[in-house]
């Protein structure tokens, strides 16, 4: 059976209190908040990497640069991982004041940072965007699915209205386990996607159109009534969820093939 970071930590951190090396006291106080840890604002779910595989995300919109610090230093100091959505330029400097080796993709409002990035990545996840408007909610995806421990393919501005450019790259497309197709407009890349692959798409639709896309509702809906089968469709500019979602389904098939 393959066991994730936090519970290898935590059966490490197991050993070491049965050998002696962690005395009874220390391991209680350890222990005290691995369910939550409460900060009067905000109480931390630490316990979410051992029953989901990966820490809580942080969405930052909403709350303050200084809220997101506190709350990014306590979630990377207990699972070595981070991400925060929705973050603005003033977020990642804060957060940056106590995690100094957290990245920001600006374009996409997303904060990342990892203790450990020798880990060796599963490759598999194929995100593929219609167009370059299409690119922060397809950054999104992407590096949420790379930092849950997947190797990801970038396939941009492959979008309908030139549908040569998305036949160009169908080698890739066929080759990827798992693939998150991002669009606006009429939303129909999925669609044409889903009739060319064996695989599991996420659709993700975006709010980029004009007047009658009714910010990203058109999408949404041609989405959902997507003829072509073995789509499924998240909330409008959901690339965090269509990320998280291609990782879980391309990790939890690496760990049904290892037990």
Do not use: W
């Not at 935590?10 to 005395?23: A, M, P, T, Y």
């Not at 005290?32 to 809580?56: M, T, V």
């Not at 979008?159 to 160009?168: K, P």
């Amino acid at each position: 059976m393959g066991y994730t970071i936090d519970e290898q930590r935590l059966h490490k951190f197991l050993e070491q209190v049965r050998s002696g090396s962690i005395d009874i006291g220390e391991a209680v106080s350890e222990l005290r908040n691995l369910p939550y840890e409460n900060l009067d604002f905000a109480r931390i779910d630490h316990h979410r990497s051992i029953r989901q595989g990966f820490p809580e995300v942080i969405y930052g919109k909403g709350k303050t640069p200084e809220q997101i610090a506190i709350i990014s230093e306590k979630v990377i100091s207990r699972s070595g991982k981070l991400i925060v959505t929705r973050a603005s330029q003033s977020d990642y400097e804060s957060v940056l004041s106590v995690v100094p080796h957290a990245r920001y993709e600006q374009s996409a409002g997303i904060i990342t940072a990892e203790n450990d990035t020798g880990t060796k990545k599963l490759p598999g996840i194929a995100v593929a965007c219609a167009g370059t408007s299409d690119l922060p909610v397809s950054m999104e995806a992407y590096l949420t699915a790379e930092m849950m421990g997947c190797e990801v393919t970038k396939i941009f501005d492959i979008g309908v209205a030139g549908i040569h450019r998305l036949f160009d790259k169908l080698d890739e497309l066929q080759q990827a386990k798992v693939i998150v197709a991002v669009a606006g407009m009429e939303g129909a890349l999925p669609s044409v996607i889903g009739g060319l692959v064996d695989v599991p798409i996420i659709a993700v639709p975006t709010s980029v159109g004009y007047g009658a896309s009714f910010g990203g509702l058109s999408a949404l809906l041609a989405m959902l009534n997507s003829c072509a089968p073995g789509i499924g469709v998240v909330n409008i500019d959901n690339g965090f969820g269509a990320g998280y979602l291609a990782a879980s389904i391309l990790l939890s098939g690496s760990r049904s093939k290892k037990d």
